[in-house]
Each structure stands twice: as C-alpha cells, then as structure tokens.
C-alpha cells in the first residue's frame, strides 16, 4: 500500500514538475511573454483557428495587444518566438545562414517533403536557387513573354463565350496549364490523369490541424501530395526513356543535371523541387489575381487609371497587332503599385519559420538555441503605424518606392537569402493578365455567395463575373 502510494506521489510530482518546465522553459536570459498553452497541443488548436477576417489572423492580434510584438508560444510541440515587429523580421532575414536557419514543424515538413527546397540549406540550397534562377531569371521571362501573353488572351476569349466564370478556379486553371507546361510540358488537355486535381486536394488542407486520419483536410492534403508526387515521378521515368534532343522544359534541364558525374542532385530532391514550384508558381499567383481582379470591380477610378496606362502602351505602338514587349512591360508603372497593394493586402503567406542557431538577443529579449521564429508579413504589412489605412486598398501609396527586395515594410516574397525567386515570373503573369483584361474586355460581378476565407483576405465565395470583348456588346449596357 505504501508503495503504491510513494510510486503515485513520485508520478504526480514529477507530472506537475513536467509541465511547469513545460510553462516556464529554461533560458539564458529574458524570454518574450507569452503562453506556451497546454503541454505538447500548446496552442496549435488556437493557432489553426479560421480567421473570418481580413486583418491580421486573431492569433496573432490577440497576442500582440497582450504581450507585444514579440511573444511566445508553442505550437504542434515545438516552441516558437511570433515576430510582429519589424525590426525583428528583418533581422532574422538578413542573418539567415548565421544566426538563423530556415526550418518548419514537422507537419509542414511531412506535407512538402523532406527533401523540399525550404528544409534545404548551404550549398545545396544555393545549387537548387541556381537551377531555377535558369527557368525565371531576366532572359528566361523575356522569352517567355509571348506565351504569357497568348495564355492571358487566348483564356479571356474563353471566358468572354461563358454566361458566368468562377474567378478563382479559372484563374487557377490557367496559371496551372502555363507553369506546368513550362517545367514538364504537362498538357491538361491530353493527359488521361488530372495532375492539377491533386493540388487542389493538397491546398485544401495546406492549413488544418495536422490529423491524419481519414476524412480529414490534413489527411486529404498529405493523399493529394502523395497522388501529385507519383504522377511526377511517373512524368519524369517516361521523360528519362524518351530523351529529347534540345532542352524545353525544367525535366529537360533536370535530367541533364542528374545525368552529371558526381552531381549532388537525386530524384527524390528533384521531385520535390518540381512539387513546390507547381504550387508555389500557380496557387499564390491565381489567388492573387483573383483579388485584383476584385479590387479592380470595386475601386473603379483605380481601373480607369490602370485601362489608361494599358491603352498609352497600345497608342504608341507602330503596329497595334504587335505583341507586348519586355521595354513596354518594365514601362508599366502603375501597373507595379497595383500589384505591390494587391499582394500586401492578399497576404498570401501567414507566416515564415526559421530555427534559432544558438541563443540570441534582441530587444532584451532572449530567443533560446534550437527555438523556431515565426516571422509574420500580414502583422507588417497591415501595420497601422507603418501604413495608412492599413486596411483600404491604395496603390498609389506605393508612388515613388521602388520595390526590388524584402524590406522592413514589405516582405510579400519573403527576405534575405531565400528571398523568392519566382517574384519576378508572379509580376510577369500578374501585368501581362491585367494588360490583356483592360484592354480588350470589361465584365460585371454576380453578387451573391458565402464568404470563405483564404490565407488573406476574404472574397466571395464564387468570385462570379460575366465577361464581354469590350469590340462585341452583348445584351445591353456592360459596366466595369
């Protein structure tokens, strides 16, 4: 009996001693204030909540006005310093490689691959930048301006033939159709498998609890992937059997760097590379142009300033069929603020890990070896202090800046080393669209949907529009 009641005191104790080392972590030094919730959950649940809003996530907010800009907290059992201040942010960025590493939970890990360009660090996360630096860099996109912009025209006239799209699925269909095309000349069309249903699986539960147990978002996410990866892998077997003669496409590029002697690339590195460019290329760029596209029916003086940009380019043109050229697209200065004020409201990634290399100090506070930081853009870029009306849709709030990399004001595409490398080939997409829309066709909205959320900012659920060549009135008067 004594015994049973020693092992049960001796369980107990050491239960409450757990959980308030667990509470109170240990530290060389002042940590931030914060909560580090219940043991192991912490405040994950609170953390994956749904934000019907389109300010800063509640999370984030609620902390901030109890504890600052910088706080703690732990989340999917790691712990975890929240940054809102930019000092911070910008701090973490430029002494990545130093003081700080990129890292993800093991959740997030699990979903992109291990292998995934984002867990990668060093050398071989400088090989893989150089490699795609190859299909978005400066002379690669001025190739590719042609195909850009019959993709926009030749999707538009579709559209224009339809009593009412979706924006954002058909968006997303055609910003799918040109990326695939260029890394693995994927045909939608001609493929017997709907590679693009896989990610949508996959997006669908990017931002869930992570259970992964049927029937779930999170389990739907990881057999989207798991679908997604084999239809790559299967691409890439056919692509290596059937070599072409010249290089068209990433796959082309990929296996000749496979094919080196003593190269570092695998095929499992490869395909994950291949994965988080499909998604990173089409889901950030379609969302991003269906809040425009929002934008521009709700602002209508912004559209008209926008249409007046468009048709100078057109006018003075010495052949009006010619197509867009690269001095025309970097002339677009409007076009730049509009989409710099699209992409800091859209908010489209909600936070951004790294790993603390050893124990750093900043502001008095002490962020512990080994610890995770999250860095947080909508927490800056929604900002009261650093931006007027944070909330109000404004491009000529951008007039003057020119906006060529992370700064402490605006980190959309991310910062420092990892800066993203697609940036330019999303603004290519996005002016090219927004120059073949203005120009050639007006629409209306269809009112009327629930509101869903996404990463941020809300618009209707079935963003619809009725869409007309601005040369062809159908049924009467069309408005903007």
Known sequence: MWTLCIVTLVVVVSFLHWVYYWRNPRCNGKLPPGSMGFPILGETLQFFATNTTHDVSPFV????????PIFRTSLVGRPVVVSAD???????????????????????????????????????????????????????LQKMLPEVEKTAFKRLKQWSCRDMIEVKDETASMIFHLTARKLISYDSVKSPENLRANFVAFIQGLISFPLDIPGT?????????????????????????????????????????????????????????????????????????????KFLSDHPLELQRLTEEHEAILRQRKEADSGLTWKEYKSMTYTFQFINE?????????????????????????????????????????????????????????????????????????????????????????????????????????????????PGLQFPDGFHIRMRDKNVRKGGNMSH
Not at 61 to 68: E, I, L, S, T
Request: one cysteine or more.
């Open 217 to 293: 978002a999170y389990h739907k996410c990881l057999l989207g992937r798991k679908n997604a990866m084999k239809m790559l892998k299967k691409l890439l077997q056919e692509r290596r059997m059937n070599p072409r003669k010249q290089q068209s496409d990433f796959y082309d590029y990929v296996l000749e760097e496979l094919k080196k002697e003593g190269t570092i690339l695998t095929e499992p590195i490869a395909l994950d590379l291949m994965f988080v460019l499909l998604f990173a290329s089409y889901e950030t760029t379609s969302l991003a142009l269906t809040l425009a596209m």
């Open 61 to 68: 907010k609620d902390r901030v006005k109890r504890y600052g």
């Open 86 to 140: 930019p000092d911070l942010n910008y701090f973490v960025f430029q002494q990545e490689g130093h003081l700080f590493q990129s890292w993800y939970p093991d959740t997030f890990t699990e979903i992109f691959g291990r292998q995934n360009v984002g867990s990668l660090h060093g050398f071989m996360y400088k090989y893989l930048k150089h490699m795609v630096m190859n299909l978005f860099g400066p002379t690669s």
């Open 342 to 454: 699209t992409v800091r409201l859209a908010n489209i990634v909600p936070g951004i890990f790294r790993k603390a290399l050893r124990d750093i100090r900043f502001k008095g506070y002490t962020i512990p070896e080994g610890w995770g930081v999250m860095v947080c853009p909508p927490a800056v870029h929604l900002n009261p202090s650093t931006y007027h009306n944070p909330l109000s849709f404004n491009p000529s709030r951008w007039e003057g800046i020119e906006v060529n990399g992370a700064s402490k004001k605006f980190m959309a595409f991310g910062g420092g080393m990892r800066f993203c490398v697609g940036t330019d080939f999303t603004k290519v997409q996005m002016a090219v669209f927004l120059h073949c829309l203005v120009t050639k066709y007006s629409w209306e909205v269809i009112r009327g949907g629930n509101t869903v959320r996404t």
